[in-house]
């Protein structure tokens, strides 16, 4: 593993990449245990995530054992408007390569309730839940202990798109854009829960990743180019995780 700087980590390739994200969480869980007596994390869908979380319950791997599951609270970063049992749901994937594998309490599980009719009201009481356990005042934002995210081949992370409203949302945690490439609705947090995370985690894989990924990092990139550049925590950590594959551009200029 090769440390660029404090935000951004190369590793050689998928696997090593979910193996390093691995390990993090694990320390992640365990030190927030320790302090706070809980750990709070947001999961991401897409195939990035899918190693980790078979990395995180392959038996012949330290984490499963490590990870005191029955303290740790299980978020989501956004959701499709999708039912939980549709392959295509974010709950969906985490439950088939984590949740069903992990000693997690189901009381500890705080999902996106996207198959709600209507999304908006999906995103409402995501809302309500997240002011719940947090036990928000008005105004404040939640302080997830862990975010993981990806990014897409245009710059976007969880359901936050290149030029949707969602991205100049502040008065609300959670928000219900209408993604006209997808032609449906998504329910993703919003920038000032992401922005408030003890520590977020871009994962990022792919030869496909490469050239957005140097534009993103680019000093002469306009600063909010790209929803994933919004991603600055205004009092944590910001880590990006990337292979080599995706890193190339990096590598060649």
């Given at each position: 593993m090769t440390s660029l700087d404090r935000e951004r980590i190369i590793v050689e390739d998928a696997e090593a990449l979910a193996l390093a994200?691995?390990?993090v969480f694990s320390r992640q869980a365990r030190e927030s245990v320790a302090v706070r007596g809980r750990f709070t994390v947001a999961l991401a869908g897409g195939s990035t995530p899918r190693l980790l979380y078979a990395r995180l319950t392959d038996p012949a791997a330290p984490f499963l054992a490590q990870i005191p599951w029955s303290q740790v609270h299980v978020f989501w970063g956004d959701e499709r408007h999708v039912p939980p049992d549709d392959p295509q749901?974010?709950?969906w994937l985490a439950r088939e390569q984590l949740l069903s594998?992990?000693?997690?309490?189901?009381?500890?599980?705080h999902r996106i309730e996207a198959e709600r009719p209507d999304a908006k009201d999906a995103a409402a009481a995501y809302e309500a839940?997240?002011?719940?356990?947090?036990?928000?005042?008005?105004?404040?934002a939640p302080r997830?202990?862990?975010?993981?995210l990806g990014m897409g081949t245009d710059g976007h992370t969880a359901s936050l798109f290149p030029g949707s409203d969602a991205l100049e949302v502040?008065?609300?945690l959670v928000a219900a854009p209408w993604i006209a490439k997808f032609s449906s609705y998504r329910i993703t947090l919003t920038l000032p829960v992401f922005n408030a995370s003890a520590a977020v985690q871009f994962l990022v894989s792919g030869k496909d990743k490469a050239e957005t990924l140097r534009a993103v990092f680019d000093p002469k990139s306009p600063p909010d180019a790209f929803p994933c550049q919004r991603i600055s925590p205004a009092n944590g950590r910001l880590t990006?995780?990337?292979?080599?594959?995706?890193?190339?551009?990096?590598?060649?200029r």
């Open positions: 994200a691995a390990e749901s974010n709950y594998r992990a000693p997690i309490p189901a009381g500890n599980l839940e997240l002011i719940r356990f947090f036990s928000l005042s008005p105004g404040q997830l202990d862990l975010v993981l502040r008065d609300a990006w995780l990337v292979d080599r594959a995706a890193a190339s551009a990096l590598e060649s």
